[in-house]
């Protein structure tokens, strides 16, 4: 979701808040003896300059686990507690598709009728495109936040008029694109099927039922109460947005119409109680949590989403799709995410005050404390071929990387290992603490792709971090050979010269 963002002169040094953080975190373990979970998450909190996190586990049908981590207001050391809400940003959407199955059930709702059925004076384009279109971002409708757009209460009605006139942006249905006009609209429909402003109907129909008292519509403008500050270390340099070493305030306000797109605050414990709720029937049958949960179709049959891991979108939640462990997944603002592992059993929150944080890049590792299958080390991730070399491996040694290629290519003249996951699978050695394990698979991906300068880079990269000073320097030089415009490369071979 897309937000007006204010970022006022910075207040505090990169050293001073990390000395600040980082002592907070041993004054929290002293009061509670930290399991491995609290271990994993202030390192990936110390790693990613996260100011405040809090974490909820369900699994098999409780909560088993709640966690509070580092600082809620930066300025004024407020640590975050149980109490503390934090922003949930598009993860509102995820209410918004149970809000919809609701009218479905009543039998108010039909997922593949037209907007046209419910919504009266929109664009002739528009019309048909349905409501599950919607929902799943195939609509191709022009997006009334684009790049560089914001949206405020002050110009809702013009913004409503502009995009109306803007014509379609891709044939409905031919591709998933991110788009709030999708849940303005959505938004409309709950309002006149229900009969009451959606934020009410959500109110009296979800968070009422399920006990949330901490978890409501607002904004940067409104009081509430336990409320996390909102931070980011993203700056604009020379009309571009980079991360910078200083940690900055970021004020988020969300036009009331688009708040079926973002604008609900929430604490990981009241998440964790909504999907509980959710599982156990209190808000939605059986079969409807299913339809829920079932990603879009394109027009070719496929499906697609933000990212590899996020690589369908369902009824106002992100889903991923794999042979193991499949997951729904609301995430928001790229600072907080629930993933619930149905066939598991487990549902994790991890709600952050720093845009940036992206924990659903490390929510799958959480779940590896309690599947043991999911962790790291079992090669979890993987695509299937490679999973099953990397389990060959493990028992063999990775020096034997490139002799067990060879000999399952000899097994499977098919056999295919592209680039790209080669590639990530020395990463996530690396990630593991085991760089002589990815030093192998990046010497196994030269030898697969010689003429590839990325492969070469990644290698280098490795043996950089090795200190071999003299391979590193020998592998920069072969990728810059195979790509000129390596500025890295170029740079660390400038360095020693």
Do not use: C
């Amino acid at each position: 979701m897309k937000t007006t963002l204010i970022h006022p002169r910075g207040f505090l040094p990169g050293l001073l808040l990390l000395l600040l953080m980082s002592s907070f975190f041993r004054v929290q373990a002293s009061s509670v003896a930290p399991d491995s979970v609290d271990t994993f998450l202030t390192t990936i909190m110390q790693q990613k300059r996260i100011p405040g996190l809090q974490l909820a586990v369900m699994r098999h049908g409780k909560i088993v686990k709640l966690g509070q981590y580092g600082l809620a207001n930066v300025q004024d050391s407020v640590p975050v507690t149980r109490q503390t809400r934090f922003m949930l940003n598009s993860i509102t959407k995820a209410f918004v598709g149970v809000a919809a199955m609701q009218l479905v059930e009543a039998g108010k709702l039909d997922l593949v009728a037209p907007v046209s059925r419910y919504l009266t004076g929109l664009p002739a384009a528009w019309q048909t495109v349905t409501v599950r279109q919607l929902f799943t971002h195939t609509s191709g409708l022009p997006d009334i936040l684009p790049e560089g757009v914001q949206v405020t209460e002050e110009n809702e009605t013009a913004a409503w008029a502009k995009v109306q006139t803007l014509p379609m942006e891709f044939k409905t249905g031919e591709k998933f694109a991110y788009n709030q006009t999708n849940y303005l609209l959505l938004g409309k429909i709950i309002n006149q099927l229900s009969g009451q402003p959606f934020t009410q109907f959500i109110q009296e129909r979800q968070l009422n039922v399920v006990g949330m008292p901490l978890t409501s519509s607002g904004d940067a403008h409104d009081v509430l109460l336990h409320s996390a500050r909102g931070y980011t270390y993203y700056q604009n340099i020379d009309g571009q947005m980079r991360r910078g070493r200083q940690l900055r305030n970021m004020f988020e306000v969300f036009s009331p119409m688009l708040r079926t797109a973002a604008g609900m605050s929430s604490t990981a414990e009241e998440m964790a109680l909504w999907m509980l709720a959710l599982q156990q029937g209190q808000l939605l049958k059986p079969a409807s949590i299913t339809t829920l949960w079932t990603p879009g179709q394109l027009n070719n049959g496929g499906q697609d989403g933000f990212s590899r891991l996020l690589n369908g979108y369902a009824l106002g939640w992100p889903t991923i799709s794999r042979p193991e462990h499949r997951a729904v997944a609301p995430v928001g603002g790229g600072r907080s995410a629930v993933f619930f592992y149905p066939a598991d059993d487990l549902a994790i929150v991890v709600l952050t005050n720093l845009t940036g944080a992206n924990p659903d890049t490390f929510i799958d590792e959480l779940a590896g404390f309690y599947i043991p299958d999911m962790q790291l080390a079992t090669g979890f991730g993987l695509p299937p071929t490679i999973r099953a070399l990397h389990q060959q491996l493990r028992q063999r040694g990775f020096t034997h990387a490139q002799e067990a290629v060879k000999q399952a290519k000899k097994k499977d003249a098919k056999l295919q290992l592209p680039e790209n996951e080669v590639n990530a699978w020395g990463y996530s050695l690396l990630k593991q603490n085991k760089p002589q394990d990815a030093l192998e698979i990046f010497r196994l991906n030269v030898s697969l792709y010689p003429q590839s300068a990325n492969a070469y880079d990644s290698l280098a990269e490795i043996y950089a971090a090795l200190d071999n000073k003299a391979q590193a320097k020998k592998n920069y030089q072969r990728s810059l050979a195979l790509n000129p415009k390596n500025t890295a490369a170029a740079e660390y071979l400038k360095q020693v010269n």
